[in-house]
């Protein structure tokens, strides 16, 4: 597997075990930073693409302004850095990349700046249950909500609720863990975003159900509409995932992966359902650029193709 060297930090490229702020930076020391996870994909041919880029920019301008981080640096600064640093550590498979904007001077709690940023690119193997399922519980840490710690953008600190659901969730025999609203209504996995199968029919928890606006969420709706698949966006009860048909989850990093059981009861007959492999060889296509649909989601990185 290729390994990283090289790092971009606030525009200039440095060895990558070189990366350094201090301790006390306001990222540290209160999470406050924003970031995006993007991949990067190799085709057949050897070129390689970066999926839907445009829109991941777009998430992480949303979050900066949430965060009122003062002078942060323009998206196409970040877009370039992002073609460049894959370019740099000439991967000879899939990238993860990871975009991240930080404060990284000392101050107070509502100090807004100085703005820093960092574009990485790092070997990231799919999941060992990809083809054959997650284990998943759902857990009793309950997802953050919007007037608490807007969970709609991707803020660091956010995932400290989603780290505490996983740890408890390995500690108790699970590949993954499922968090509801404070509600009590299925909010997303750890994470990631949940999708299930209910007679026929893809349904999924709707945005004010305290998810992240997923990109990869927003993918998949787009895949099931136009494979004619029947499609409902709505609150999910707890135990509709006891009696669904099927169940998924998906995200940049999992990307689309099967859950076969929850809290020990099979989902469906135990094993991926038709519904989720179809889909994950839609999302498969796309991202490779083995069909021809949606060319704008795939942005190519040039000067490299192996």
């Not at 196409?76 to 930080?102: G, H, K, S, T």
Request: proline share 7%; net charge neutral.
């Amino acid at each position: 597997m290729w390994q990283a060297h090289t790092i971009i930090h606030n525009g200039r490229p440095i060895p990558f075990h070189e990366a350094r702020i201090h301790p006390l930076a306001l990222g540290v020391a209160f999470g406050i930073a924003v970031f995006e996870g993007l991949r990067a994909y190799r085709h057949p041919s050897g070129s390689f693409t970066v999926f839907r880029l445009d829109e991941h920019l777009a998430r992480l301008a949303q979050g900066m302004k949430v965060l009122r981080l003062a002078d942060p640096p323009e998206t196409a600064v970040l877009r370039q850095a992002v073609l460049e640093v894959i370019r740099l550590n000439e991967p000879d498979d899939d990238a993860y990349l990871r975009l991240q904007v930080q404060i990284e001077g000392m101050g107070m709690m509502a100090t807004t700046g100085p703005v820093g940023w960092i574009a990485a690119a790092l070997p990231r193997e799919r999941g060992a249950k990809f083809a054959t399922g997650l284990a998943a519980t759902v857990s009793s840490w309950t997802r953050l909500p919007d007037n608490a710690m807007p969970p709609r953008i991707k803020a660091s600190a956010n995932y400290h609720a989603s780290r505490l659901a996983t740890l408890q969730a390995k500690a108790d025999g699970y590949d993954s863990a499922i968090l509801l609203t404070a509600r009590g209504k299925v909010s997303e996995a750890a994470a990631a975003c949940i999708f299930l199968v209910r007679g026929g029919a893809l349904v999924t928890p709707s945005r004010s159900s305290d998810i992240l606006e997923s990109i990869t969420r927003e993918t998949v709706i787009t895949l099931a509409r136009e494979a004619g698949i029947p499609f409902e966006e709505r609150e999910v009860d707890r135990t509709e995932l006891y009696v669904a048909d099927e169940v998924f989850l998906c995200g940049t990093g999992q990307e689309l992966v099967p859950v076969t059981s929850v809290d020990r009861l099979a989902v469906g007959d135990g094993a991926p359902g038709p519904v989720t492999r179809r889909l994950q060889a839609a999302y498969e296509a796309v991202v490779r650029g083995t069909t021809d649909v949606h060319p704008e989601w795939r942005t190519p990185v040039p000067g490299l193709a192996r």
